[in-house]
């Protein structure tokens, strides 16, 4: 079985200051990491992901995130926040290598930025 | 680009009715997965279909079920709808390729039971 813990329900920034969102996960085998971001009444949308290979990855507006096995964490990080990045961040986890195999999110971190 | 089509996107129904959702992948996906959102929580998965077979299943209720027609579309299906299935539905679509296929999210339908 897989988990994902979220650090921080809400996380405050300054616009341009560094944002960090912490991700924490369990897996019994090497695990797929992602995250999404979720706007007001949107779906979901892929930021960045983890599946082999390099553990930094770069995604999409400016978001990257490291892998790190020997923390099992996956701590999702923007040198400079913008007004437009305020949303609901959300961790996930698959575990399996089965291709239908459904993600585990975390609870979820808000972030706000303050202008 | 074509995206993930889910239908209807609100409804609204009476305790103990039924509700049928839709969900219509991107073109040439074959894989199909439901999440279900409560207000302020995070997504759970609920099932999954791969070439019209189920593939994975998570907390899905006895109340639900879903399956996967021959155009890939995918419909669930909720009876006796209690108050705490209000909740925001997902539907994903991803071709399945091979160990990871990334999974591309449907707008979701809110479902509201009064």
């Known amino acids: 079985a897989q988990s994902v813990t979220q650090l921080g329900s809400h996380v405050s920034v300054s616009e341009g200051a560094l944002v960090l969102l912490r991700c924490n996960y369990s897996s019994s085998v090497p695990p797929y990491l992602f995250w999404y971001v979720q706007y007001p009444n949107q779906g979901l949308q892929l930021l960045l992901k983890?599946?082999?290979?390099?553990?930094l990855v770069k995604g999409i507006n400016g978001f990257e995130a490291e892998f790190k096995k020997s923390e099992t964490s996956f701590h999702l990080t923007k040198p400079s926040a913008h007004m437009s990045d305020a949303a609901e961040y959300f961790c996930a986890v698959s575990s399996h290598r089965g291709g239908a195999d459904g993600l585990t999110f975390g609870k979820g971190t808000h972030l706000i930025i303050q202008p | 680009a074509a995206g993930v089509i889910q239908s209807p996107r609100h409804l609204i129904k009476e305790k103990r009715e039924t509700a049928t959702l839709k969900c219509y992948p991107i073109p040439r996906h074959d894989t199909v997965y439901w999440y279900q959102q409560g207000p302020g929580q995070d997504p759970q998965f609920l099932i999954s279909f791969y070439e019209k077979m189920q593939s994975d299943k998570g907390s899905i209720p006895d109340r639900f079920s879903a399956q996967q027609f021959s155009d890939y579309h995918s419909e669930l299906n909720m009876s006796s709808l209690e108050l705490g299935d209000s909740a925001l539905y997902f539907c994903?679509?991803?071709?399945?390729?091979?160990?990871?296929?990334?999974?591309?999210f449907g707008p979701g339908t809110r479902l509201t039971v009064l």
């Open positions: 983890y599946t082999t290979g390099a553990t």
């Open positions: 994903a679509s991803s071709l399945n390729e091979g160990a990871y296929n990334e999974q591309f």
